[in-house]
């Protein structure tokens, strides 16, 4: 059986693609062309990122040293107007979007599926923590290292034919499998930030995209004027450190007005809501009503219980506060396994 392997050049694939081969699949590597090599010199770069020209290189050792085909695709032109250019819009707007998942949605696994149905491939396959089973997807083995809900978005017809050869691993497996045979990613570090902000500059970045990042006033709940921020862009709802603001006690960014350039502080139970509505809703397993599910507003944050409302909105009421950030992605589960993934829209109370 063929079956087609994401290669982001680090240890995660690397070991997916190396198991596959060893349990006899027909393994073709591709990698996924994100940025000109040139745009990662203009950086001092502070942690490993994902999309460098060193994953490149690293991605074709690989491919080298386990026997198999590599082709490498340049999606440059799709993801600056698929994932940059959503980014730049959702920020301008005052939320904060999750550029990751929108990327395994209309970048990775959309052109997985199409590489791999052109190539009359049978299935595709990623380094992803999560567990792939019959179309259905479930949490890691290793809920440390769970990345399902970075998948909450990504449709049901791509995961039908999808292989997760780490799934049921831990990431010490990973490396260990990796160091046993040689390959020359087994000590290589996990990618931190944003691969097209890699220094984590966001002035710097909406200004090389033309985006005026300007001053302007920092209110109270009240809108009595306390401060000064930076520019809108830079800050968002729940964020404590850089608002700049000394009032005597702690204060966190509970909103954002784009048309005002106005950034709003509050205490911390002002951010606490319980009610919120959804959009983008993509379902993977069938959902009802009312049902009571467990969902996650956040990568590292905790489960909690959530009941799901349908009407003209799709609404969210959780079983104790939460602070919601519209843009961030929202995915349900139903014990382990994740039935469907939405984007926060607006707080409702």
Known sequence: MQVLVAMSGGVDSAVSAYLLKSWGYDVIGVHFKMEDDLFFSHYELKHKVCCSPDDTLDALKIANKIGIELKIIDLKEKFKNDVIREFIKGYSEGITP????????????YMLEKIAMEMGAESWATGHYAISKDGRLFKAYDHRKDQSYFLSLVEKRALENLILPVGEMTKDDVRRIAAQNDLVVATKPDSQDVCFIPDGNLKAFFRSHMIDVNPGPVVGT??????EHSGYQLYAIGQRKGVGVAVGEKMYVVGVDPIKNTVIIGKK???????ITVKDLNIIR???????????IRSTAPLVECKLIFGDEMIVEFSQPVVPVPGQIIAFYDNDELVAGGVIAKVIS
């Open 98 to 109: 999750n550029p990751c998942a929108w990327c395994n949605k209309r970048i990775k696994f």
């Open 222 to 227: 009240d809108g009595q004027v306390i401060g």
């Open 269 to 275: 139970n002002e951010l606490l809501k319980n009610k």
């Open 286 to 296: 069938s959902i009802n009503n009312l049902q009571t599910l467990e969902c996650k």
